[in-house]
């Protein structure tokens, strides 16, 4: 079984920062592939950024020049620096993987989603 786990989310003031972490576990052959997402209250969940094992980054424009995303693929586990926050951030912030698992022979490619993380902004 594999999972990925959030945490870092928190109640932070605006121009803020704070730093999310997921960490995947289990079974893990491969992760090709991370991201963040985030929903806020009434809306649907949307991107804020990804990473690819290669290190390639892709962010939401809403977010571009205030948050970071990185990994340490030894550790298997993902970071979201989020500086210069807004009320607008507060979300429930969710971690996404891309994880591959070999049993035996046989390898599998799953798309993991972790609890979430609540991000709260005040002004």
């Known amino acids: 079984q594999v999972q990925v786990v959030e945490s870092g989310g928190g109640l932070v003031q605006a121009g803020g920062s704070l730093r999310l972490s997921c960490t995947a576990s289990g079974n893990i052959y491969s992760i090709n592939y991370m991201g963040w997402y985030r929903q806020a209250p009434g809306q649907q969940r949307e991107l804020v950024a990804t990473i690819t094992s290669g290190g390639s980054t892709n962010y939401a424009d809403s977010v571009t020049g205030r948050v970071t995303i990185s990994r340490d693929s030894a550790k298997n586990t993902m970071y979201l620096q989020m500086n210069s926050l807004k009320p607008e951030d507060t979300a429930v912030y969710y971690c996404?993987?891309?994880?591959?698992?070999?049993?035996?022979?046989?390898?599998?490619?799953?798309?993991?989603w972790g609890q979430g993380t609540l991000v709260t902004v005040s002004s």
């Open positions: 996404n993987a891309e994880v591959s698992t070999l049993s035996g022979d046989i390898l599998r490619t799953l798309e993991i």
